[in-house]
């Protein structure tokens, strides 16, 4: 690891790092969550909730309607993308079906529809299966990802996606978002075949961003 949290908590199936100035609860600002991916799957934003925070959860997957969960978890039919896109055509795979079409927007856009900043945001998770590479570009294009604390992504290759003549891309950007600060506290590896023609390779890892200074207000 990277970076040693000595108070990390297990959300749900994500853990979070409590260590100051990265901890999501006992700040001076409130606890804002985006949780990107659901899945039907909402251990992470429920136990967030838990805490008093805020949570937004996107997934343009599910067959569910806008929708408050309890008091502090609203649900959006919206996905996050690296453009804004009202018709997205999504990669076809088990969560998919050739007929789907999605709305898209960027953090950045999503961030002004609900009336946030970058500075608002405790804990940004990214589950959205291989469409993470193009959405980091763009979230280090617009330097929103620089400002925030506290980042969760399960990374994808698959064997027909990205194209391999994408890597050298994800590479620079990877080391882009790691230059940028972001530490590693915690780590879950799930690759299933690293044969490239058949290559399914997935891992959970979670950030802390030692550049993160937290505002006084």
């Known amino acids: 690891m990277d970076y040693l949290c000595r108070d990390v908590r297990l959300m749900g199936n994500w853990p979070v790092c409590f260590d100051d100035p990265y901890s ?26 838990i805490y008093n925070c805020t949570v937004y959860s996107f997934d343009p997957s599910m067959a569910v309607d806008d929708h408050r969960r309890g008091s502090n978890v609203h649900f959006k039919k919206l996905g996050i993308g690296a453009t804004d896109d009202p018709d997205f055509t999504p990669r076809l795979d088990g ?35 291989n469409n993470e590479w193009p959405i980091l570009t763009n ?21 027909d ?7 050298r891309k994800m590479h620079e950007d990877y080391t882009r978002f790691k230059k940028s600060g972001f530490d590693k506290f915690w780590m879950r590896p799930e690759g299933r075949d690293h044969w490239l023609p058949k290559m399914v390779t997935q891992a959970e890892i979670a950030y802390v961003n030692k550049n993160y200074k937290r505002s006084v207000t």
């Open 24 to 49: 999501p609860v006992g700040a001076s600002k409130p606890c804002v969550v985006y949780s990107f991916g659901i899945a039907y799957d909402f251990r992470f934003d429920d136990a967030m909730a």
């Open 139 to 159: 979230l280090l294009d617009e330097g929103i990802i620089q400002q925030l604390p506290q980042v969760l992504i399960e990374w994808h290759i698959f064997s």
């Open 95 to 129: 969560y998919t079906k050739a007929s789907d079409r999605w709305k898209i927007m960027t953090l950045g856009s999503i961030m002004r529809m609900l009336g946030h900043t970058p500075q608002s945001l405790s804990v940004v998770k990214i589950d959205v299966e």
């Open 161 to 167: 996606s990205p194209a391999h003549s994408k890597y």
